[in-house]
């Protein structure tokens, strides 16, 4: 099949909310508010289809075009490799596993059916939160004074 389709999300699950960073909504805003100055600019020659992220008419974006002639050079200006735009969504949850979200939150953000899935693709991220979670264990076991928890068992009682 060639060109675009619009088609309802492949599960209930898959139409979902997900947080969004203040930084992100401050910036949907500002697109927003540039949309519509260009809309009223173009008049009637804009395509109003409802999308967030449009042609210049307001029409579709093709994806290979929007990686050629925005994605890309985007990247070049930030002195960053060349990814796939799909790639973001790959960063975006192993910096979230890296820095220790707890992979069901992250796993619900990407619309994965089970926490397994998302375990199964970003597993390489967590090896160092077992470090992390031992050296917690270690100060809880340790106690606030240092000199461990008492257990109640006395050693010359084994």
Not at 120 to 145: F, I, K, N, T
Request: glycine share 8%; hydrophobic share 40%; net charge positive.
């Amino acid at each position: 099949m060639h060109g675009l389709t619009r088609e309802e999300a492949k599960t209930a699950h898959s139409r979902r909310r997900i947080a969004l960073p203040a930084t992100v909504v401050d910036a949907l805003r500002k697109h927003r508010t540039r949309q519509a100055e260009e809309r009223l600019r173009l008049g009637e020659a804009w395509s109003d289809d409802g999308l967030v992220f449009p042609n210049t008419i307001g029409k579709p974006c093709y994806p290979h075009r929007m990686e050629a002639q925005w994605f890309f050079p985007l990247l070049e200006r930030a002195g960053l490799p060349r990814i796939r735009f799909h790639d973001l969504r790959h960063t975006a949850a192993t910096l979230l596993l890296g820095r220790g979200i707890n992979p069901k939150v992250v796993s619900e953000m990407l619309g994965h059916s089970s926490v397994a899935i998302t375990l199964g693709l970003y597993g390489h991220v967590l090896p160092h939160m077992q470090c992390e979670a031992a050296s917690v264990m270690d100060a809880m076991l340790r106690g606030p004074d240092g000199a461990g928890v008492k257990t109640g068992v006395n050693r010359a009682d084994r």
